[in-house]
């Protein structure tokens, strides 16, 4: 059930708020979700064959492109044996369509017909695309430095782009003014019903490894894809499908490492970041409105955060490519990360790939 973790109150039937109407505090899954092998549907395409574990409304229509059943590939790197999650294969490029669907889902099931995003280029397109699926006219704000080939990813959907100049946080600051007008807020930062979706990640690995990683490396900048796969070995583990979680690394840009610096520090709440320019721009967030689960969600799991400099993003785009593998610089920040810690990670060690090359300048 999604419920205020605040005030615990549930997320109301009749209305879709971003943040709870009683005490504005954040939504999510403050019991997990729950996991049952009896119940997975191998009939259904991707992610919705564990349809049972998204606390759907009853008569929720399932929206698809094709989603989730990504390639877990493998390879020896720094004298480990390393495997890739390609979640740029799914079907916009980007991990995204796991989240975006099972979203896009809730938003049909409540008769919503338009609705307003806000990315720095991944998000949004996964939007625009699910939502021309499914008849929602979308608008997505997005920041001014977002590259080309995203924008125009996402006005090939359908989608109105809102451009804004400055910041990250100013676009977030833009699409709230459209949220204070009425408009519905498809979030995928706030709102917590995607988070099932990516939950899936976990449910895929351990099937496709036969058992569960040691370690998970992955990109974070809100964190909804750390939360989101947290939460799948959390319910598998619920459900007597594993013994244990995997040790997770959440892996930020030098230049705008809230968490990073937080988990550093000892603290229990992101430290107020100024927002660098970072080569990453999927994880350019210097406010992640998560950040305090997540910093929680990585001490429970004995994990870490591990900050990639500048100069190193881009070589270990290279590095990557070398093993046939093309992805986005914020999913190159594995490469390095992995440089720095393989010796400590339990094996076997799976990066999750976050977004395809395609989407680069």
């Not at 991707?46 to 989603?67: K, N």
């Not at 796991?98 to 939007?127: H, I, Y």
């Not at 946080?169 to 979030?187: C, F, N």
């Not at 690995?205 to 040691?214: A, F, K, Y």
């Amino acid at each position: 059930m999604i419920t205020c973790l605040e005030c615990h109150q549930p997320y109301p039937k009749d209305s879709l708020p971003h943040l709870c109407p009683n005490c504005g505090g954040l939504f999510g899954f403050s019991e997990g979700i729950t996991y049952s092998s009896e119940k997975v549907e191998p009939g259904l395409p991707g992610i919705w064959r564990y349809r049972h574990s998204f606390s759907l409304p009853i008569g929720a229509p399932l929206i698809t492109l094709g989603e989730g059943d990504t390639p877990l590939i493998w390879s020896h790197v720094f004298g480990k044996k390393v495997g890739f999650k390609l979640e740029s294969l799914n079907p916009t490029g980007s991990f995204k369509d796991r989240s975006t669907a099972v979203l896009v889902s809730w938003l049909v099931a409540a008769g919503v017909k338009e609705a307003v995003e806000d990315s720095s280029g991944n998000a949004g397109a996964s939007f625009a695309a699910y939502a021309a699926r499914s008849g929602i006219q979308a608008r997505v704000f997005i920041p001014s430095y977002a590259s080309g080939p995203k924008r125009s990813q996402i006005e090939s959907y359908g989608a109105d782009v809102i451009t804004v100049p400055g910041s990250r946080s100013k676009t977030a600051e833009a699409v709230l003014q459209e949220v204070e007008g009425g408009a519905i807020y498809a979030s995928h930062a706030f709102l917590p019903q995607g988070t099932a979706g990516i939950a899936t990640i976990a449910y895929e690995l351990v099937q496709q490894m036969n058992g569960i990683p040691g370690t998970i490396l992955l990109p974070v900048g809100h964190g909804s894809l750390l939360l989101g796969i947290a939460l799948g070995f959390q319910a598998l583990k619920q459900s007597g499908q594993i013994p244990q979680v995997p040790k997770i690394i959440g892996i930020q840009a030098a230049e705008c490492a809230p968490l990073f610096n937080a988990h550093k520090n000892h603290y229990k709440e992101p430290v107020l970041t100024v927002e660098g320019k970072t080569i990453a721009e999927g994880v350019q967030i210097s406010t992640p409105y998560h950040g305090k689960k997540v910093l929680r969600v990585v001490k429970e799991n004995g994990g870490s955060f591990i900050a990639v400099g500048e100069q190193e993003i881009t070589p270990g785009q290279q590095e990557l490519a070398k093993l046939g593998i093309h992805v986005e610089l914020t999913s190159a920040l594995v490469w390095n990360a992995l440089e720095q810690i393989h010796q400590e990670c339990p094996e076997p060690i799976v990066c999750i790939l976050t977004g395809h090359g395609l989407k680069g300048v």
